[in-house]
């Protein structure tokens, strides 16, 4: 089945403590993003990756970081999470790096720092 | 820079009646227009999108949308809404050329009440 996925699905962490999102996919996409879900403000859009070793911020970055090693996953990096990065995360991939590709979504990270 | 705009936060439509989900942007060039369809506890769904050509677009579930370039809107209409159409609703935009970027609105709850 083509999908997306990421894990953990529910995280409680501290402030400070060091955490990887992880998401994967099985499509062979080339383009990979990070999203953050937050009432009222929609989606936004954390870093993105039109491919292997070539990423790119989005509106949001700053206490982020990404990787892309391999063409099929795309782990997120919080090294010093704080509580305004309490939020819903979605990672998404689409095909190609053609701006008309649609997007597919992974299932969601709710992240909670305390 | 690239925008959206959602102006409601929640349309609410009486079953079997027609719904339109509103959505304006602003673009400096050529755009790419985007929905999406959040069911609770899920990740997004693409339901259509506007690339060139026809200023109509269907998509998934019966659901249509018409770009008006004139009014930089691209409003999501479906002619009778289902009690399982409820869920939140997100227009995006993505520029023909220059960024990769995505931006997303602020997301419109719909509910359609039997």
């Known amino acids: 089945e083509a999908q997306v996925t990421q894990n953990p699905r529910y995280l409680i962490t501290v402030t400070g403590k060091k955490l990887t999102v992880t998401c994967s996919q099985n499509?062979?996409?080339?383009?990979m993003s990070w999203y953050r879900q937050d009432p009222g403000l929609g989606l936004r859009q954390i870093y993105y990756?039109?491919?292997?070793?070539?990423?790119d911020k989005g509106d949001v970055p700053e206490g982020y970081k990404v990787s892309r090693k391999e063409k099929r996953n795309f782990p997120l990096i919080l090294e010093s999470p704080s509580p305004n990065q309490t939020s819903l995360y979605f990672c998404?991939?689409?095909?190609?790096?053609?701006?008309?590709?649609?997007?597919?979504f992974g299932p969601g990270t709710r992240l909670t720092v305390l | 820079a690239q925008s959206v705009a959602q102006p409601e936060d929640q349309v609410n439509v009486a079953e079997g009646n027609p719904l339109t989900v509103k959505c304006t942007y602003s673009?400096?060039?050529?755009?790419?227009l985007f929905w999406y369809v959040q069911y609770p506890n899920r990740g997004l769904q693409f339901l259509l999108k506007?690339?060139?050509?026809?200023?109509l677009v269907k998509g998934s579930y019966g659901f249509e949308a018409e770009f008006n370039k004139s009014q930089t809107s691209f409003h999501l209409k479906k002619p009778s809404a289902l009690v399982s159409d409820s869920a939140l609703y997100f227009c995006?935009?993505?520029?023909?050329?220059?960024?990769?970027?995505?931006?997303f609105g602020t997301g419109t709850r719909l509910k359609v009440l039997a």
């Open positions: 998404a991939s689409s095909l190609g790096q053609s701006s008309y590709n649609e997007q597919f």
């Open positions: 990756s039109m491919n292997v070793e070539v990423t």
């Open positions: 995006a935009v993505r520029e023909f050329s220059g960024t990769y970027k995505y931006i």
């Open positions: 673009v400096s060039g050529n755009p790419y």
């Open positions: 506007y690339i060139t050509g026809d200023n």
């Open positions: 499509m062979n996409h080339e383009y």
